[in-house]
């Protein structure tokens, strides 16, 4: 599943892909699969973008049950 | 030093992954191929053979080193409380029907390649076909009994050891817990 919030998180801050992705001690590709739903990452890599973009776990990876 | 961090390994989560999945269908096509030929070798070479230096000249370097990798990676799998073969890798009781079974298709298996692999490569035989029947009988009893020994041997003790270690590891994560 696409994660958009995250990609609005990261637009907000004005950061690219690439900025994140140094950030955080990933790859670019790591970060564009995150946000295009291709790749499930762990706690310890969500927690970094977290902290990275100033929002909590919840408000961008909590997936409400439909 | 810019050029010598080019030589550092990633941290990054999703390539070591994957770099792991990769890594591990690398690793089981090498450790088929090593086998295979090893069993070609002792399927060859093993009957009638007297050597000096035992059977290392037909297992080879390259053998004792797949074994060696092999004990490896289940002493480091049992180091962290987990059993790499099977449905359930942190089992309480050993599931004997499991291994046992596991066991005896590895130990069949193997007997009925390597005795395969004597006949294409050796097809010759000067007695009666029920006593050539009774004597691939009696090899493969004897060749498929030891395999499937030395494998639930093998698949108990790493059980042992997986569960001492993990219990320790869980005393040690949660004192109170246990």
């Not at chain 1, 670019?28 to 706690?43: D, F, K, V």
């Not at chain 2, 390649?113 to 294409?120: D, F, K, N, T, Y």
Request: include cysteine.
């Amino acid at each position: 599943m696409r994660n958009n919030r995250m990609r609005a998180a990261r637009a907000e801050r004005g950061m690219s892909q690439a900025d994140l992705a140094a950030a955080v001690g990933v790859t670019r590709q790591t970060i564009s699969m995150m946000e295009s739903g291709n790749y499930n990452p762990t706690l310890r890599l969500c927690v970094a973008v977290c902290r990275c973009l100033g929002k909590t776990l919840d408000a961008l990876f909590w997936e409400e049950e439909t | 030093m810019k050029k010598l961090r080019i030589w550092k390994a990633t941290d990054d989560e999703r390539i070591l992954a994957e770099s792991g999945k990769i890594y591990r269908i690398g690793f089981w096509v090498l450790a088929a191929g090593v086998g295979l030929d090893v069993l070609i070798k002792l399927a060859l070479y093993l009957p009638g053979y007297i050597g000096t230096w035992g059977v290392f000249p037909l297992v080879g370097m390259e053998g004792i080193v797949l074994a060696a990798a092999l004990v490896l990676c289940a002493l480091l799998a049992a180091g962290r409380g987990i059993l790499t073969v099977g449905a359930n890798p942190e089992a309480e009781r050993f599931p004997l029907k499991h291994y046992a079974l596991a066991s005896l298709v590895f130990g069949l298996g193997l007997g009925v390649l390597g005795l395969a692999l004597r006949m294409i490569f050796y097809p010759y035989w000067e007695g009666d076909l029920f006593s050539m029947i009774l004597l691939l009988g009696v090899l493969l009893l004897v060749i498929g009994g030891v395999i499937f020994l030395v494998c639930l041997t093998t698949f108990y003790l790493m059980f042992r050891l997986a569960r001492r270690r993990r219990r320790r590891l869980e005393k040690e994560a949660d004192p109170e817990e246990r």
